[in-house]
């Protein structure tokens, strides 16, 4: 017999009849705020987290109290189009039952916070009740699908929903658990569990060796932020009309401080397949990664990794030879910026969007700026739709000419400014970090707001307020904000602490490199301002910061995910 090395994910997966596990008994047992430790990794694949309040740990301790234990909920919005029902209902949803907040995410959906475990099942019935759903948010599965942001800009961003809404379906886990555990559906017996196997015709009992991504984009955007990400489609028009996709794959963030063997990786691009052969080719490419994923080590288990262990061409025939036919050459493509175009657009069909900053994408009321309150009154007049960017930005959509000036009334009214304080400050990106999230290393959402005034102190004496420079934070290296795709990236180490990378591509296809290693605030300030001072005076016409820095010499550049760790010239 051969050792059993499988992670201990995989048996976790392989013993919860399909992810049920005892989720439905530990909602129920009222000792406690938590649910079992095996069951809080297959609650994932329901969308939700279980988290506790890290700014309350050492109060409660002393106290000799539980953690405050509450739950995160993320919701699959493929293509981040949310009618203005919807959002009324969600809106109301984080009163209910969360922390009155709406989380955008950098995968453009929502997240709640704080949810407690006796609301846990009502938060999802009335997620439902809105037809919309958690299944697959989280999890060893195909994730929320995201496409180049608002679907009514042009003919190929309509594509682009439609292939992240069609992608989505075909990839969606069919174990009926979902609607068993909260939906209150027919319960599966043991007599009839034998069925189960059956039930997951793509995944079988072991899902994915890993979190699998999916994005769609329309160049010159890039906003998708494609080479992040494990399969990606590219819409190609030719002559004014679209012809199919460039599909990449092996894309993927996260690593470990001090691991090695642990890298970002941007994507690579496969070839070119026609309208009717994405979907195929999605399933090929997820189905490869299924089979070929390492399930001993989860460090190594995302495609990324296979792609390096495997090579890429051996990876692209087998795709080719599960899909029966060979992938096209590429066609020419450009992407010009991964962020968003904020303020006013026009459509093709001549309505009007408005794209707004959302500051790490979380929409509450302050004093003086109660922006959740104008956004539900909107969705109560129905006079626009809501489109959620994977930037943490959202977009007020199909807006007839003459609701224009009512909306651009509406916002002011509740001091909600279209206008940014500054290019870096929309170009800015956290994710939630802490008191959420369990693996937080650092602050993230709640540091990077301040550090940016500090900074932009420096692009004003430099005369660069306006100029956009990619800026993004994470409180840890798992890398949910994408900081190893930022002209200046952050990543926190200890409370106060982060290191410093430097020179990614504007258009998201470079990843940077650790400039400096354990610096604080000041520090930052101090490593950042003569470099943002050279950058004014020597930069070329429409250089921007990213590459700036690798041409002057100040960090090498980063081909491939493998050489991110190399060719360091670390400053501390
Ligand atoms: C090993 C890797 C990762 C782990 C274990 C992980 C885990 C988590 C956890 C626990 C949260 C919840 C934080 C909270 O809301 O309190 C979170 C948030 C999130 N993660 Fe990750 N994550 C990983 C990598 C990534 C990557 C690479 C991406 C995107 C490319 C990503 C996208 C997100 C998004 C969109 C959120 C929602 C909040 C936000 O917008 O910042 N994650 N992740
Ligand atoms: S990057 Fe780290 S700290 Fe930030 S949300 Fe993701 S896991 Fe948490």
């Known amino acids: 017999m051969t050792a059993d090395n499988r992670s201990k994910n995989e048996h976790i997966k392989e013993d919860s009849h399909q992810l049920r596990g005892t989720i439905l008994d530990g909602l129920s047992e009222v000792v406690t705020g938590a649910i079992a430790e095996d069951d809080t990794q297959l609650l994932k694949f329901h969308g939700s987290y279980m988290q506790d309040d890290r700014d309350l740990r050492g109060e409660r301790a002393k106290k000799k109290l539980e953690k405050a234990f509450s739950f995160m909920i993320r919701l699959r919005i493929p293509g981040g189009l949310v009618t203005p029902k919807q959002w009324i209902a969600l809106d109301d949803i984080a009163s209910t039952y969360a922390n009155n907040t709406l989380r955008l995410t950098t995968r453009a959906t929502f997240q709640y916070h704080g949810v407690i475990k006796s609301n846990l099942k009502r938060t999802m019935q009335a997620i439902n009740a809105t037809c919309l759903d958690t299944i697959a948010a989280c999890g060893d599965v195909n994730r929320n699908v995201m496409s180049a942001a608002n679907p009514f800009l042009s003919k190929a961003h309509g594509k682009a ?314 409180g840890c290296p798992n890398g949910c904000g994408r900081p190893y795709l930022a002209e200046i990236g952050f990543v926190g180490r200890t409370p106060g602490i982060y290191n410093l990378y430097l020179g990614a591509a504007f258009d998201g296809s470079r990843l940077n490199k650790l400039y400096a290693q354990d610096v604080d605030r000041a520090k930052i300030l101090a490593l950042l301002d003569p470099l943002i001072a050279r950058y004014a005076k020597e930069r070329t016409e429409g250089e921007h910061f990213g590459d700036f820095v690798i041409r002057a010499g100040v960090i090498a550049a980063t081909k491939q995910g493998n050489e991110f760790h190399s060719d360091l010239n670390l400053v501390s």
């Open 161 to 474: 929903y439609d292939l992240a809404k069609g992608v989505s379906d075909h990839l969606l886990p069919r174990t009926g658990a979902y609607h068993e555990i909260w939906l209150d559906g027919e319960k599966v017996t043991d007599a009839t569990r034998k069925a189960e196997v059956g039930e997951e015709p793509i995944y079988g009992v072991h899902y994915l060796p890993r979190k699998f991504k999916i994005v769609i984009a329309v160049p010159p955007d890039n906003d998708v932020d494609i080479f992040a990400h494990d399969l990606g489609f590219i819409a190609i028009e030719e002559k004014g009309e679209f012809v199919g996709w460039n599909v990449t794959v092996g894309g993927g963030m996260g690593m470990t401080h001090g691991e090695l063997d642990t890298f970002p990786r941007t994507a690579d691009v496969l070839g070119f397949v026609a309208p009717e052969d994405a979907i195929p080719v999605a399933e090929a490419v997820m189905t490869t990664q299924r089979d070929w994923g390492n399930r001993n080590l989860r460090k190594r288990a995302r495609l990324k990794y296979t792609m390096e262990d495997r090579g890429v061409e051996a990876f692209k025939a087998e795709v080719e030879k599960r899909l029966g036919k060979p992938f096209g050459a590429t066609r020419p493509y450009t992407f010009k910026s991964t962020g968003d175009v904020i303020g006013w657009r026009q459509g093709h069909d001549k309505k009007w969007h408005l794209t707004l900053f959302i500051e790490n994408g979380r929409i509450k009321d302050v004093p003086g700026e109660t922006a959740k309150t104008a956004y539900r009154k909107l969705a109560e007049q129905g006079i626009c739709e809501f489109v959620l960017t994977s930037n943490q930005n959202l977009i007020l959509t199909n807006i007839a000419p003459k609701n224009k000036p009512k909306i651009e009334a509406l916002l002011k009214e509740h001091g909600v400014s279209i206008a940014t304080s500054s290019g870096m400050r929309r170009s800015s990106m956290a994710c939630v970090s802490l008191p959420t999230c369990g693996l937080a290393l650092a602050e993230s959402e709640r540091f990077l707001p301040g550090l940016i005034t500090d900074i932009e102190k420096l692009t004003e004496k430099a005369g660069l307020r306006d100029d956009e420079i990619v800026v993004r934070m994470t």
